[in-house]
Every structure is written in C-alpha cells, then in structure tokens.
C-alpha cells in the first residue's frame, strides 16, 4: 500500500478513535452535569413543597388525605397567585406538575402522587435523598420530587438532553471531517514530493543523472529535495570525472604503448636495427608504461582506503631536510635557491607513515623545481601548528596557480599547462597522490598564493600524541 493511503488510512483510525472517545466523554459528563441540575432543582422544590406540606401536618396532626391534597396544590397555588399577578396559570402548573412522594416517620410512603408507591414501605437510604418536614423542630415526613424519586428523566428533560446529545454528534462529526479532509491535504503535500523524489531516484538507477527535483519551503522535506539535488550533481561529476579519468588513463597510455609498438614493428620490417640500442629505448618504454600503471594502481588503493599506513612518530624537520638534500643536484641544475626555515625551535613530530609521508613532501618540491624559473627561489617552511596538528608549506616563486585552478589541481592528471608534455609537466598524478596520502591520514593539504609570487602548497598532518 502506498504511502499517502496508509497516512490518510492511519489518519482516520486515529481522528475516529479520538472522536468516538470525546463523544462519549462530553456526553456522559453533560447528562451527569444535567442530571445534577435537574436534581438541584427538584431538591429546591421540595423544600417549598416541605414548607406547605409542615403547614398541613401542623393542622391535621396526621398525614389522612394528604394525596388529594397534593393533587390539587397546583390549582391552588396558580389561582392564588393569580389573583394578585396577571401571570398564565398553566405557567405555574407545570412547574408544580413534578410527582410529589411523601413518606412518614417510619418510611412509609403516605401519599405518591402517581399512586404508584402509596403504602409501601422505602429503606433509609432511598428516604435520605428527601427534604425533611419538620414541625415545632421535629421531623415528622420526608418529601421527594422529580428526579429525587426515580433517576428516570421526564419527557422534556429526556428531549432537551437528546437534543444536547444530538448536537455534540454532530459537532464530533464535523469536526471528523474537517480533520479528516485536513489530513489527507497535509498527506497529499507530504507524499508529493517524496513521490518526486522517488521518479528521479528511479531515473537515476537506469543512469540517467540529470534530473532534479524542485525544492519547496524549509522544512525537512526540503532539505531532503536540496541532498537529493547535491547528490546528483555529485553523481554527475563524479561520472563525468570517471570518463575523464578513463580518457586520460587511455592518452597516457597510448604513447608508451604507441612507440612500444612502432619500434617493435620498425625492427620487424627492418627500419630499425635490431641491437641493444633499440632494444634499450624500447624497454625505457615498457618502465614508463610499468610506472604509470604502478602510480595509478597506488592511487587506486589509497583511495579504495585498502592501503595500510603504519602509525610512528616522525621528525618532520629532519624529513624536508632529507628530501631538501636529495632535491639539491635538479635545484642547482636550475640555480634555484632551495632554503628550508622553521617557526619552532623543537622539531615537530607528526603521527603516520614516515615513507607516505616523505612521499607528499618529494611530491610538493619536485614540482616546485619543474615549474620555478631558473635562479628561482623554493621555501620549505616547518610551521608552529597547533596542539593537534604539526604544520610545513612549500612555496614557490613560479607563475602560481589562477583560482579557478586551484580546485582541480589535485583531480588525476590535471596538469594548468595543458601544453606541457610529460616529461616536462609530469602526468598530472603527483598531487593527487599526495592529496590522498594527506586525507588519509587524516590532515588536509591546501594552496595559496607565495609571499614569492608563485604557488604556496600548505599541509597539516596530526600531531603525534596529540
């Protein structure tokens, strides 16, 4: 079942359970406050009618002939009242149309005027719930009226109470109603855009990445659409980096494979001798192609995160100065200055592989060396750091990297110079190489502008112990 039916479905199950459970709370609570004031009043009844019925007792000495007497208060009373008010004697009729009981000293009912229960005999506690009549401080009968006698409502008390009953139903209905049309609108904007979301994720399982969905509002649904969208831009430029990646890998490849194979065909057709000469540029050949598949193999497994790193600490001063020295023959090939300066007087120790690690910093400097101009100058600087993190940059005075290629120089086989050949500009994989050496030890590796006027490569690896 979708989504939006169960929600609309769950939505009913619960606005008519709440709906059932306050009806029939609000109705049991009105008729018992109804029945309570109807009580009320017959209780105020009674008390007029023990105020009269003292009167008679108080005349006769005995309750002989009270029933008639009862029966015929009403007309009394409305034509007294008649003479002094101008007031409908049926008014004060059927306020003085209630069944009257009254019962003796000894519980027995004298007079009913039903004549229903004349001459029976009623328990105390029944009796209790009646007005006593008293005469000279003794009482001498108790009187009930109404609702006082029988919890049975009469007829206009059980219509008005119905009509009560009627009304808050159809109230509860209404509101069910209106309750329930609200939730399936509110179901209706929840699943809409989740339906959205679905077709999109459905075209994008059958590769087609370049659909979005639109964002409204936001809420959480929102910033779902917003991920979903960043998720597809991610995807695209993930695929396109792929096809990149495959194409280049193939361009690089292509050239090894090329010579390899128009020196072996040369010699075959006998344009090329076959000697050790030959024989040589073409394993120089086959080493260069064994290196770039190695590099990007290498790449490969430190990216998969299957490449192990072993965890020691590290004199990183003494390793720029050995990577510094072994750099000195190609910087003085180039009358490049290459000078080393260092913000801390203790050497600063980083925690990862002394070997991956060399392996950025030989990475950084020989790349300083190929693009700094002769009588250049190369700075590699041991930073202060921070508690966490031990610091070193290495910057240049070469033509520096544009911003807009800052962001993709550590993407595979980007080279700025897209005239540079390999041997002059390498193949594009040395910084992304170290960029994932760096990740995956947890530091970060970033360019700047050089205070020299080139680039500046700053790297923050984990302090040891930190």
Known sequence: ??????????????????????????????????????????????????????????????????QPFLREL???????????????????????????????????????????????????????????????????????????????????????????????LFATVISVCA??????????????????????AKKITSGDATDTVVIQGDDELAELAAAFNDMTTELKRLDAAKKQVIADSAHELRTPVTLIQGTIEGMIDGVFPMNAETLKSVHEETLRLSRLIDTLR???????GELSFSREGI???????????????????????????????????AEGDYVRIGEVIYNLISNAIKYTPPDGKILVREESGTADFVSFSVEDSGPGIEQAERAR????????????????????????????????HGGTITVSDSVLGGARFTVKIPRFGG
Do not use: C
């Open 1 to 66: 079942m979708k989504l939006k039916y169960r929600l609309s479905l769950s939505f009913l199950v619960v606005v008519s359970l709440s709906a059932v459970i306050t009806f029939v709370l609000v109705q049991r609570s009105t008729e018992t406050v109804f029945r309570s004031f109807v009580f009320s009043g017959d209780s105020a009844k009674a008390k007029v009618y023990a105020g009269i019925l003292g009167d008679y007792w108080q005349s006769k000495e005995k309750w002989d002939d009270v």
């Open 74 to 168: 009403p007309n009394l009373v409305s034509e007294k009242i008649d003479t002094r008010l101008q007031v409908d004697q049926t008014v004060f009729r059927d306020l003085l149309a209630d069944r009257v009981v009254v019962a003796d000293q000894n519980g027995v009912i004298v007079a009913d005027t039903t004549g229903v229960l004349t001459g029976t005999v009623h328990p105390y506690k029944h009796i209790s719930h009646g007005i006593p009549v008293t005469v000279g401080g003794v009482r001498e009968g108790t009187v009930l009226v109404g609702s006082m006698i029988d919890s049975a409502l009469t007829g206009a008390a059980e219509r008005y109470l119905l009509s009560i009953t009627e009304s808050i």
């Open 179 to 200: 309750a329930l049309l609200l939730g399936i609108l509110f179901t209706l904007r929840l699943t809409k855009p989740l339906a959205s979301l679905a077709r999109a």
């Open 298 to 304: 290498e790449l490969e497994i430190i990216e998969s």
């Open 315 to 349: 004199d990183l001063r003494e390793t720029i100065r050995r990577a510094l020295s072994l750099f000195s023959v190609a910087s003085s090939q180039k009358a490049i200055d290459l000078e080393f300066a260092s913000e801390s007087e203790t050497p600063s120790v």
């Open 409 to 440: 120089i550590f993407g595979r086989f980007y080279r700025i110079d897209k005239s540079r050949s390999t041997e002059s500009g390498g193949r594009g994989l040395g910084l992304a190489i170290a960029s994932e050496i760096v990740k995956a």
